[in-house]
């Protein structure tokens, strides 16, 4: 009798690292004659052969190949075997053994000898594998969500003469303090999905990288991308959750702070703070940094074409106090229709009513920290709202080759008086993907930060310019490293402050 052996099939070892099939992809087949790549010319072919056709017991791909066409090796036959032993093993359990002829049995001891050694070796791989699947299911993070890590170590600083200010008198500006940093930001991101389609994402952050503006600079239009100080606490700093209600809707719901960018597409290719722009005002057109806070979003494709997004966000909706909460502070309602009216050409176009209460921890912020002061609070920390417009586009001229930009306009209205003050930037960028090297991004940013152009109290006299350019390279899979550089021209739209420039080399580690 046929000594009993639980083995199950098993690729060969040269071709382990082929993509694998699933068991609905497996075809059954009736005659080894039928795997093209099985050459007969072997006693052992016709033995096995006679097998299969008997007991049907061996199953092979559906181009009924043992992956390529290629001379069958003995690994692959000592799988094919195992499966016949497993067969005429279950026919003999189940008391069928007058199925099982004598001479069929002879045939199996004589295959079992032939191929002792890859059924050994097939026994021992199956052995170590149901091990490893042991360990990874006793010591597995979470079935359903999966912790993807970024962690940034940056070395930056100013260079230029004096600090920015409003004033025509740029010799009372003090000194640019100018010393260069070292710092870190550290985030991690559970990722949840509990049906395949929806995401529920709860990340942590610890950072202390410093904003480059204030006492530092006299500019806001100065600010790293990736900047943020909390002394490295790590705090929950980003939290929602993305789902779609059927194939065409889509809901996002974010009970903690959110940026726009988050909900909408922004047509940008340096949106990334980790592997975008180092500039703050190079990832994407301000309009979408208005007002971040509680949020919920819309998503509907109404084609492959086009798309339109609604959403609100609400800056202290968790404060039950006057002038606060989910509809009684500051909030933003927002929509956008995106469209791709041809082959790798993306339009956006936007729209965003902010209101402000004013005063308080939050305050105005109407260019979303980007501008210039005057273009930040037209008004002062008052009562404010605005009606807001972007165009962003973006166009993929080549593989290696996309040009995009945008421009924003703000009408911003005081509620305490009659004062209304217009509000423009602008920007276009290159991106390179893959210069020197797949995975490198070299990129380059010209635009004028938002200027207050029109108002009835201060208007911005002059203009400021930003200029940047960065190459991020990649080192490994899990590093690069983006050296870069922007200068500010006319800081706070004004000809007297001197120009400003900031250099960083940001090491982006992912995991």
Request: hydrophobic share 35%; glycine share 8%; charged share 20%.
């Amino acid at each position: 009798m046929v000594a009993p052996i639980t083995l199950a099939s098993e690729l060969p070892p040269d071709n382990q690292n082929q993509s694998e099939f699933s068991a609905e992809q497996l075809a059954q087949v009736n005659s080894v004659s039928q795997l093209s790549d099985v050459q007969p010319s072997d006693w052992a072919f016709g033995a096995l052969q006679s097998l299969v056709e008997r007991y049907a017991c061996i199953a092979g791909f559906p181009d009924s190949t043992y992956r390529g066409h290629r001379v069958m090796t003995r690994y692959e036959f000592a799988a094919g075997l195992n499966a016949c032993l497993d067969r005429l093993n279950e026919l003999i359990a189940t008391s069928t053994t007058s199925l099982v002829t004598q001479e069929d049995l002879a045939t199996l001891e004589k295959l079992q000898a032939e191929f002792a050694t890859e059924l050994a070796t097939l026994r021992s791989r199956v052995d170590t594998l149901e091990a490893q699947v042991v360990e990874l299911q006793a010591n597995q993070f979470s079935t359903t969500t999966k912790l993807n890590g970024e962690v940034i170590f940056t070395v930056a600083g100013v260079l230029g003469d004096k600090a920015a200010d409003q004033d025509g008198n740029p010799d009372n500006n003090p000194n640019l303090e100018d010393n260069f940093i070292l710092s870190d930001r550290v985030r991690l991101s559970f990722d949840t999905s509990f049906t395949g389609k929806d995401l529920l994402r709860t990340r942590l952050q610890a950072r202390n990288i410093p904003e480059f503006q204030g006492r530092v600079t006299g500019t806001r239009m100065t600010r790293l991308s990736f900047a943020g100080d909390e002394d490295n606490q790590a705090r929950v700093d980003e939290l929602y959750y993305y789902f779609p209600v059927s194939d065409r809707l889509a809901v996002t719901v974010a009970p903690i702070k959110i940026e726009l960018d988050r909900i909408v597409k922004t047509q940008s290719p340096f949106k990334s703070t980790g592997s975008g722009s180092i500039s703050l005002f190079g990832r994407h057109n301000p309009i979408y940094r208005v007002l971040g806070g509680t949020a919920f979003g819309l998503n509907y494709d109404l084609n492959e074409q086009i798309s339109l997004n609604l959403g609100y966000t609400a800056a202290d909706a968790q404060n039950p106090e006057q002038n606060n909460g989910l509809f009684d502070g500051n909030y933003n309602a927002f929509a956008q229709l995106f469209f791709k009216p041809i082959e790798n050409l993306d339009i956006g176009l936007t729209y965003v009513h902010s209101y402000y209460a004013g005063g308080g921890n939050t305050g105005v912020n109407i260019t979303g920290g980007t501008g210039s002061e005057n273009a930040r609070r037209p008004f002062g920390n008052v009562a404010t709202s605005a009606n807001s417009f972007g165009l962003e586009t973006s166009w993929r001229i080549s593989p290696k080759f996309i040009l995009s930009g945008w421009a924003g306009y703000s009408i911003a209205e005081s509620k305490i008086s009659d004062d209304e003050a217009d509000i423009l930037n602008y920007a276009i960028t290159l991106a390179f993907p893959d210069l020197g090297g797949k995975g490198n991004l070299s990129g380059f940013v010209f635009g004028m930060p938002p200027k207050v152009i029109q108002s009835s109290q201060t208007e911005d006299e002059n203009t400021s310019f930003h200029i940047e350019g960065f190459h991020r390279l990649r080192i490994t899979d899990n590093i690069s490293v983006t050296p870069g550089l922007f200068v500010i021209i006319n800081p706070e739209h004004n000809d007297n402050n001197d120009n400003i420039y900031v250099g960083a080399i940001r090491t982006t580690f992912t995991f």
